[in-house]
T-cell receptor, first 115, second 113 residues
Framework: EAQVTQNPRYLITVTGKKLTVTCSQN?????MSWYRQDPGLGLRQIYY???????DKGDVPEGYKVSRKEKRNFPLILESPSPNQTSLYFC??????????????FGNGTRLTVT | DQQVKQNSPSLSVQEGRISILNCDYT??????FLWYKKYPAEGPTFLISISSIKDKNEDGRFTVFLNKSAKHLSLHIVPSQPGDSAVYFC????????????FGAGTRLFVKA
């Protein structure tokens, strides 16, 4: 089954403790992206990757890192999480850069709480 | 400053009637638009899209209308069904440069049986 898999689904951590949220897709998609969803703000893009070893900042990249060493994986790294990074995170992929003919496929989300 | 705005946080509609979800944008460079649907505990899923060269796109019960002069698009669902109850996100992007998709805040649709 074609899918985007994020792990973990839920994560509670403390301020400053490094964490990684994994994302993997099995559709051979070139484009991958991370979003965070906050009430009243919708989905805001954190980072995206056009292909292996090619990443770029989205609208809210501060406090996050990503890497794209393999086509299928796009982990999101929080080196020193803070409470304002408490949010619902989505990983997404598409065949090429998103277009009407290549829409985003989303994972089921990771709910992160930083205390 | 939100470039894509969905001003109605929620909408309640009777089963069988029309649902109209609205979206406004400010960036005239956007040249394609998409609607995504999201159920609780799931990620958004693609619903329908429209390119800026068109003013209407239809797929079954779902139709998206684009008014470029007003920088406004709308999603019509006819007839509405209880299974349509979800959060709907409007999204916009520029096909040249950036490759960013900008999402609105979403509208929660309730379809009452």
């Amino acid at each position: 089954e074609a899918q985007v898999t994020q792990n973990p689904r839920y994560l509670i951590t403390v301020t400053g403790k490094k964490l990684t949220v994994t994302c993997s897709q099995n559709m051979n998609h070139e484009y991958m992206s991370w979003y965070r969803q906050d009430p009243g703000l919708g989905l805001r893009q954190i980072y995206y990757s056009m292909n292996v070893e090619v990443t770029d900042k989205g609208d809210v990249p501060e406090g996050y890192k990503v890497s794209r060493k393999e086509k299928r994986n796009f982990p999101l790294i929080l080196e020193s999480p803070s409470p304002n990074q408490t949010s619902l995170y989505f990983c997404a992929s598409s065949f090429r850069a998103p277009t009407p003919y290549s829409p985003l496929h989303f994972g089921n989300g990771t709910r992160l709480t930083v205390t | 400053d939100q470039q894509v705005k969905q001003n109605s946080p929620s909408l309640s509609v009777q089963e069988g009637r029309i649902s109209i979800l609205n979206c406004d944008y400010t960036n005239s460079m956007f040249d394609y638009f998409l609607w995504y649907k999201k159920y609780p505990a799931e990620g958004p899923t693609f619903l329908i899209s429209i390119s800026s060269i068109k003013d209407k796109n239809e797929d079954g019960r779902f139709t998206v209308f684009l008014n470029k002069s007003a920088k406004h698009l709308s999603l019509h669902i006819v007839p509405s069904q209880p299974g349509d109850s979800a959060v709907y996100f409007c999204a916009a992007s520029v096909s040249t440069g950036g490759f960013k998709t900008i999402f609105g805040a979403g509208t929660r649709l309730f379809v009452k049986a």
